[in-house]
């Protein structure tokens, strides 16, 4: 047989890999191909025959990506890939741009969107920025996967040139991993966390930024606390608004039901330990924390944006809030604290819709489907050269 089947993945940092594409790069893996990487990190990755630590910056105006841009043109050209895969906007680009040449020549290059940084309601700047540079890598992108329905609809609505446009449901869960505790472990789990059985504790993992808006959820949990003494707001992560999201805990009076958790690698057993999910955010592409909560059969209440939009229908898995209204979101809160059966109904809802839609495997079957052509185009074009 001719030379071995090779993708590239490419994204900004390595640990997009780690956390969103380990079981993908399995099944490549186990399909015969060799699976390199390049992304910023020196992190360990399985299932890597081959890793390139590029010096890729989020920013996109950074000088640093010129320099990360010949890098992986140089990779690129001296290890004739059949399929070229990038995620992440920066990583996108920078790999988009420097396989023109390898794609002349048949390599296949798929590009993963996460949530377009234009959509309704975003700023107009990132119309200004991202919108052409999307459009205009569309034509050097074989197949453009989208991960929710509005993003999909946008880019076919506005003739992206991309040879295929897809959707698929995220990145997937583990429906395994992330599962709802048993009564009894959920209880000895609480007081291990010390939490008390009859605490009402709602979660929410994201980064302290002004786009995950942990601010509302503060505001709104200031307005139970009389009515809902044991309610209890736990928030995982770090980032530029801790501070201020601190503050005003304090000055609401409930720096005591708040509790800042940080960076976390715990986050399906505090699931676990849960009543509710919460979410705060601006905008979403499709948001695997929220994912995870429902995967632990939690009831989740969210602020209405197209990423929640896709995961949560009114009654069914939660609620959807207007972002700026605290107050119908505390309405919300204060109704599932008082109605475990409720709690319950929603979160069983929720949990089967993951397994039925966004499950790991789910995911497996809709991504496989997308490469097989490309992989039985390589195939074919091995064989006419022996």
Not at 18 to 29: G, N, R, T, V
Not at 216 to 244: H, M, R, T, Y
Request: charged letters at 25%.
């Amino acid at each position: 047989m001719g030379a071995k089947k090779r993708i590239l993945l490419c994204a900004t940092v390595d640990y997009h890999f780690s956390a969103f594409h380990l079981p993908y790069m399995k099944w490549f893996k186990e399909q015969g191909w060799e699976v390199h990487v390049a992304a910023k990190g020196d992190m360990e990755l399985p299932f890597v025959d081959k890793k390139y630590d590029l010096p890729i910056q989020r920013s996109p105006f950074s000088l640093q990506n010129a320099k990360a841009y010949q890098q992986l043109k140089s990779i690129i050209d001296q290890n004739d890939y059949q399929i070229i895969h990038s995620h992440t906007p920066v990583g996108g680009v920078l790999a988009r741009l420097a396989s023109r040449a390898a794609r002349e020549k048949g390599t296949k290059v798929l590009y993963t969107a996460h949530g377009f940084h234009f959509c309704k309601g975003s700023p107009a700047i990132n119309w200004l920025i991202y919108y052409p540079i999307e459009k205009w890598l569309a034509r050097f992108t074989d197949c453009l996967i989208t991960i929710n329905e509005e993003d999909f609809n946008r880019a076919i609505h506005h003739q992206f040139k991309a040879g295929r446009i897809e959707h698929v449901h995220g990145v997937g869960v583990n429906t395994e991993k992330f599962r709802p505790a048993e009564k009894e472990y959920k209880k000895e789990l609480r007081i291990a966390y010390g939490y008390n059985v009859g605490d009402f504790l709602m979660f929410y993992a994201a980064e302290f930024n002004k786009n995950k808006n942990q601010q509302l959820l503060i505001q709104a949990l200031a307005q139970i606390v009389d009515e809902v003494p044991k309610a209890k707001l736990l928030l995982a992560g770090e980032g530029p608004s801790l501070q201020d999201c601190r503050k005003l805990a304090r000055k609401l009076g409930v720096e005591d039901q708040v509790h800042f958790l940080g960076f976390r690698k715990d986050i399906e057993q505090l699931l676990q330990i849960s009543d509710v999910a919460v979410g705060s955010s601006f905008r979403e592409g499709l948001p695997v924390n929220i994912m995870e909560a429902m995967s632990c059969g939690l009831p989740v209440i969210a602020t209405v944006n197209r990423g929640h939009r896709e995961l949560i229908t009114n009654q069914q898995e939660g609620w959807l809030i207007k972002e700026s209204d605290p107050r119908m979101f505390a309405k919300k809160m204060k109704l599932l604290a008082k109605d475990p059966a409720q709690r319950a109904v929603m979160g069983s809802n929720g949990r089967r819709l993951i397994i039925n839609k966004f499950s790991t495997n789910k995911i497996l079957q809709e991504k496989s489907a997308i490469y097989k052509p490309y992989m039985a185009e390589t195939e074919e074009s091995q064989w006419a050269v022996l």
